[in-house]
């Protein structure tokens, strides 16, 4: 699929990985929707854009956990370009590492990592389906294929949001939607910092990831999204070593799980 042409809205494009995939679309001739939680950062991010390409990006401040929310941004878009063709399930959050976790949290993490997810697909794949056309791209994580040390609310709601995306690559992949799965390890974002709070488990959590490669930069995984929809591929793996853990976990669950206990033990120990 060729974006040029194309209307998209990206969530979570205040900033990081959305803000970086905002611009990136643009740049290649889609017009866009901006949205994030904080109005404010997506508006600066639809400025610079439009800084440069006039007339291609607008912005709004919205919950995208929220349908209703969801509905206001595909309105929004189809206001000022015409129907949505792509939606970038992007926006994401850390949650609270351990146990500890409370319901409100789970709650939260299940709404913003999965929940919608499901919500845009609910309201915009029927209409995809019916004009046989429409891709939906999920912001998931190497943790959704691997795990994460600390974050059981992450750790568990990227698994999900990868299944959700594979059942949607399944289920109407032979109706013209098509679906891509973007799996990064550390990109230099605040959500990759966020556990740095004087948490043990959480800055745990951020060790685990910056010592087990290399820490990219958002245009670089901007960049492999957009030749990852050319190609019409599933899975989005910036960092080309997570295949091999992956295959590694699949061949041997229990060798797997053993390397990682041992490798939790040692990013604890640096505290």
Not at 44 to 51: P, S
Not at 139 to 150: E, K, N, R, Y
Not at 179 to 194: E, H, I, M
Request: contains cysteine; negative net charge.
């Amino acid at each position: 699929m060729q974006v040029a042409g194309k209307v998209a809205i990206v969530t979570g494009g205040g900033g990081g990985i959305g803000g970086a995939i905002a611009r990136a679309l643009v740049g290649a001739g889609t017009r866009v929707v901006v949205a994030d939680l904080h109005a404010s950062t997506a508006q600066a991010v639809a400025d610079r854009i439009n800084a440069d390409h006039p007339g291609t990006a607008v912005s709004a401040g919205a919950d995208v956990s929220d349908t209703e929310a969801i509905r206001q941004l595909i309105a929004l878009a189809d206001k000022h370009f015409g129907p949505v063709d792509m939606y970038f399930a992007n926006a994401g959050i850390v949650g609270a590492p351990g146990l500890e976790a409370d319901e409100a949290a789970w709650s939260l993490a299940i709404d913003v990592n999965l929940r919608a997810h499901i919500r845009a697909a609910q309201l915009l794949v029927p209409a995809w389906v019916e004009r046989g056309a429409g891709y939906f791209v999920s912001t998931a994580s190497a943790a959704g294929l691997l795990t994460q040390i600390g974050s059981a609310t992450y750790a568990v709601t990227k698994h999900a949001a990868v299944g959700f995306a594979e059942w949607l690559s399944v289920t109407y992949g032979d109706q013209g939607v098509r679906v891509s799965c973007l799996c990064p390890q550390g990109v230099n974002t605040k959500l990759l910092f966020g556990g740095e709070s004087g948490e043990v488990l959480g800055a745990a959590a951020t060790r685990a990831v910056t010592s087990a490669g290399e820490v990219l930069e958002p245009a670089q995984v901007a960049a492999d999204v957009i030749a990852a929809i050319d190609d019409e591929r599933f899975l989005i793996l910036p960092h080309p070593q997570v295949l091999d853990m992956y295959r590694h976990k699949a061949a041997d669950y229990d060798r797997w799980l053993r390397g990682m206990r041992r490798y939790q033990t040692k990013v604890l120990a640096q505290d």
